[in-house]
């Protein structure tokens, strides 16, 4: 009977999640048809960046730390099971907070758009696992006030958990990797086996949902088997180091920059402009460099073209938006980045597709710290040639990478 009532709240939080990841990614499309056919939207940057900033300032500064707070709360609620002589602070999540998730689901929605629509450098899963998030709480306080007297057999991390794994799978049309991801996200060491059902259901349900809406994805054209050979494997294991080393970069690149515009002692509206116009600037430079800007918004066209050293551009750029606050995520231009460098390893034979992929999956292996979940993507997404290679990309680089990851919380 439990497992029952699990299978039916998972089909309807996947459905609800595949419906918001496709809406997300539809009005990140359009945001972006309508800044590339309207392309002086850009100089809006600094606008897009400030008009963020005082949206999160007035609606709740806390709703930027929701996500953080959820992965905080699984693990914490996993030490609990693990150690029953450890509290679990359950903070924020009554059923009185319920107007948080309620707010933050639009305000994602809306400041990605905006985002996307003046080419803030960003992905948009972040944003998407964020929704998953919140609805996920929204279902799980509505239950909550409506059985107010019964004890739950359920946990609220096993909420979070699925709506997680059902945001990365239906943005990606990738089910497994969203399975994988939801139950591995907060803490790799740790797969939560407890929220497998419906991790499962949810992430399938809302990939089904997505899929049938037509959402798009990344692709890279002619992927072709290669050998398993011994040289293969030495360069995919060099590869693997080379990636880990970029992606430590990228998180410290990052780190850095927030830290460095968080010290500055001037107001907040002051740091954002300030930022923005860092960006602007690049893009100013990358224009009259090259004639045209590709590094704006998603980026997802140079995952298969473009040379080696936009990877350098793209990190620089991604980082930088990060920090100012724009909305978005990390992991598409993750793959961009990862793509674009090893391209510059054409020497070695290694047909260029097959570089492409191995360099997407190995860099967002190192930046996420989950080598599992990228290699699952990789299978749903770029197909199951080079199989054995691209797992040995993904695990190399991830145990070359350096302490962190792109989920901050992350334990």
Same mark, same amino acid.
């Given at each position: ?6 299978? %039916?709240? $998972? ?14 990614? *539809? ?14 939207? @850009? ?19 806390? =709703?930027? +730390? ?17 150690? &029953?002589?450890?509290? $679990? ?11 948080? &998730? ?39 306080? !509505? ?6 007297? %019964? ?8 909420? =979070?958990?699925?709506?997680?794994? $059902? /945001? ?7 089910? %497994? ?20 059902? &419906? ?16 959402? +798009? ?12 050979s011994l040289s293969n494997i030495l360069w995919t294991i060099a590869f693997g180091v080379v990636l880990g080393l970029c992606s430590s970069a990228f998180l410290w690149l990052s780190k850095t920059l927030k830290h460095l515009w968080g010290s500055l002692r001037i107001k907040d509206v002051y740091r954002k402009l300030l930022g923005s116009l860092a960006v602007l600037g ?7 460099? *090259? ?25 620089? !750029? ?18 961009v980045i990862g793509s674009s460098l090893l391209r510059a390893f054409a020497f070695t034979g290694i047909p260029l597709p097959v570089l492409s992929c191995l360099g997407a999956l190995g860099f967002?292996?190192? /930046?996420?710290?989950? &080598? ?8 749903? @997404? ?9 797992? !040995? ?14 989920? +901050?919380?992350?334990?």
């Amino acid at each position: 009977m439990k497992n029952i009532r699990w299978i %039916i709240r $998972a089909l309807v939080l996947g459905c609800l999640v595949g419906l918001t990841s496709y809406f997300l990614s *539809w009005s990140i499309a359009k945001a972006s048809e309508l800044r590339q056919s309207q392309q002086w939207l @850009v100089w809006l940057l600094p606008v897009s960046c400030i008009l963020i900033s005082l949206a999160y300032e007035k609606i709740g500064a806390r =709703l930027r +730390e929701f996500s953080n707070n959820a992965m905080d709360l699984i693990n914490e609620r996993l030490i609990a099971k693990t150690n &029953p002589t450890s509290v $679990a602070s359950e903070k924020g999540w009554d059923t009185d907070q319920l107007g948080v &998730p309620v707010k933050l689901a639009p305000l994602v929605l809306a400041t990605t758009f905006l985002s996307h629509l003046t080419g803030a450098s960003i992905g948009k899963e972040g944003a998407g696992v964020q929704i998953g998030i919140a609805v996920s709480a929204i279902i799980y306080a !509505l239950e909550r006030r409506m059985r107010k007297n %019964i004890i739950l057999d359920t946990d609220i991390e096993i909420y =979070l958990i699925t709506g997680a794994g $059902a /945001a990365f799978g239906s943005l990606f049309n990738a089910p %497994i990797a969203g399975t994988l991801f939801g139950l591995q996200f907060a803490g790799p060491k740790y797969n939560r086996l407890d929220a497998l059902l &419906p991790c499962l259901v949810s992430s399938f349900a809302a990939s089904l949902v997505s899929r049938s809406l037509g959402i +798009e994805r990344p692709f890279i054209a002619g992927i072709e088997a290669i050998s398993f050979s011994l040289s293969n494997i030495l360069w995919t294991i060099a590869f693997g180091v080379v990636l880990g080393l970029c992606s430590s970069a990228f998180l410290w690149l990052s780190k850095t920059l927030k830290h460095l515009w968080g010290s500055l002692r001037i107001k907040d509206v002051y740091r954002k402009l300030l930022g923005s116009l860092a960006v602007l600037g690049l893009y100013c430079l990358v224009s009259l460099s *090259w004639g045209s800007n590709p590094y704006a918004g998603l980026s997802a066209v140079l995952i298969n073209e473009g040379p080696w050293y936009g990877a350098l551009i793209k990190l620089a !750029l991604t980082s930088l938006c990060l920090a100012c606050g724009f909305t978005g995520g990390e992991v598409v231009p993750s793959l961009v980045i990862g793509s674009s460098l090893l391209r510059a390893f054409a020497f070695t034979g290694i047909p260029l597709p097959v570089l492409s992929c191995l360099g997407a999956l190995g860099f967002l292996s190192g /930046a996420t710290g989950l &080598p599992v979940v990228c290699f699952a993507l990789g299978l749903e @997404v770029f197909g199951t040639q080079n199989a054995g290679l691209c797992f !040995l990309c993904c695990a190399v680089s991830c145990l070359c990478k350096a302490k962190g990851s792109i989920y +901050e919380n992350q334990i």
